[in-house]
């Protein structure tokens, strides 16, 4: 599908790419399979070098090999296959350097010694050392006007630990060359959503208050920790997640029409959705927002342990593993509508969907028995399956039915609809458009300050009125309170299983 999409594109350029971290998990398991892929599409032009720079003492043939067993366990067999395989790892590089020491830089100046190629530097390291490597980058003569960087969020704790990140990597790199990844963004299910929106007439016209009842997103996990106790802790899900993710998916679904598809003109109408972002006060702390942390529970028929019995725990921890709230944006295309957003480890599947709950008409006809399903709904799945279906009512069939209506969905499942396409994973078209220098698919400075802005007023108010998170089984949708808290309001989750 990526080769559809940019193969005529011209502004494709060789490059260097040079992943610090490079035997880290997510660069095994997520950066090399996505590279491969690009390689085997024929996206990756000929000249492009990969150089992989970690602390651990090896050699060139040792980190193929790692990459290799890399490929084995993420690659399908069919995509596998020995041609590719041998040509991709042929392009790979390794360094050994210490990060925190300037004087190893040279080693990456050598490296790229008479290249004119642009350098891409990918931090797939701790937020907290992206200063350091960017500083020892420069110092090191390793940069030109060319150079970008990538690196991931979550950038900080909050906003101050965020800020001086920010400006660390703001002295190196200027903003035009800063590539922030949020990988929900790089999903084709998140790519049509701006495709289905803008341009179709259909939805655009129905996209405001006067339409929409009310939004619902929800990520859903079945893991739990999965050994990250220490980063988890600091975290949270709050941060982890509704900082990172949900808010993205949530400027998506609210941002008014862009003047055009250039990056900051999409990122322009994602922070006027943040900015009008309604913050949590007074009593809507505890009426509208619920903590919950997991405790022992069951997972496809196997025994699983409370948060605070996994390895390495703080017993007395109130680290949060599950949020649940509601929220509006306040601006005239969303004013009174709400938005409720759900996220949580160990929960019964691993989900991720955004469901658009249309108004009923104002005058119901049919059986006053069936009026609860008056509704049309807009679910966009990204995960575990990539689809959007519109739920529609029409007539049962059968000559005893009479008038009875039945919900049915209009629906596009992109593995149906594209049988002989492989559907790209994120990682693949994110890096796809760094190489080729265009942002639109990342996020904005400004975009980060004032999300976490708003997180951080919201864990001031927990922090104020000493809420501790609520209790829920592992393997349950989350606390009774969240359940209650849309409940209230007349309205419940959506889990289409």
Known sequence: MLRNIHSQEPNRLDVDLALFGALGDLALRKLFPALYHLDRE?????????????????????????????????????????KSQERFLARIDYLKIDFANPEEYALLRDWREGSSRPMIVYLSVPASIFGEICCNLKAGDCLDEKSRV???????????????????????????????????????????????????????????QN??????????????????????????????????????????????????????????????????????????????????????????????????????????????????????????????????????????????????????????????????????????????????????????SGLDKGMRLRPGPLHLDFHSAFPKTRIPDAYERLLLEVMKGQQYLFVRRDEIEYAWRWIDHLIEGWQAHELPPRRYPAGSWGPVASIAMITQDGRSWYEDY
């Not at 720079?53 to 690659?75: I, M, T």
């Not at 630990?161 to 990844?181: A, H, L, T």
């Not at 941002?255 to 809507?284: C, Y």
């Open 42 to 82: 024929g996206l990756l032009p000929s000249e492009t070098r990969l150089l992989g720079l970690a602390r651990h003492e090896l050699d060139r043939q040792g980190f193929q090999a790692k990459v290799g067993s890399a490929l084995k366990s993420r690659v399908s067999a069919e995509d596998l296959d020995k």
């Open 150 to 208: 990538v690196v991931e969020k979550p950038i900080g704790y909050d906003l101050e630990s965020s800020c001086e990140i920010n400006d660390v990597i703001g002295d190196v790199f200027p903003e035009s060359r800063i590539y922030r990844i949020d990988h929900y963004l790089g999903k084709e299910t998140v790519q049509n959503l701006i495709a289905l929106r803008f341009a179709n007439p259909l939805f655009g016209t129905q996209w405001n």
């Open 211 to 396: 339409h929409v009842s009310h939004v619902e997103i929800t990520v859903a996990e079945t893991v739990g920790i999965e050994g990250r106790w220490g980063y988890f802790d600091q975290a949270g899900q709050l941060r982890d997640m509704v900082q990172n993710h949900l808010l993205q998916l949530l400027c998506l679904i609210a941002m008014d029409p862009p003047s055009n598809l250039d990056a900051d003109a999409i990122r322009d109408e994602k922070v006027k959705v943040l900015k009008a972002l309604k913050p949590f006060t007074g009593e809507a702390i505890g009426r509208d927002v619920v903590r919950g942390q997991y405790i022992a529970g069951t997972h496809a028929g196997q025994s699983v342990p409370g948060y605070l019995e996994e390895e390495g725990a703080d017993k007395a921890s109130h680290t949060e593993t599950f949020v649940a709230m509601k929220t509006e944006v306040a601006n005239w295309r969303w004013a009174g509508v709400p938005f409720y957003l759900r996220t949580g480890k160990r929960m019964p599947e691993k989900l991720s969907q955004i469901v658009i709950h249309f108004r009923q008409q104002p005058h119901y006809i049919f059986d006053p028995d069936q009026r609860s399903l008056a509704a049309n709904k807009l679910i966009i799945r990204l995960q575990p399956e990539e689809g959007i279906a519109l739920q529609v009512l029409t007539k049962d």
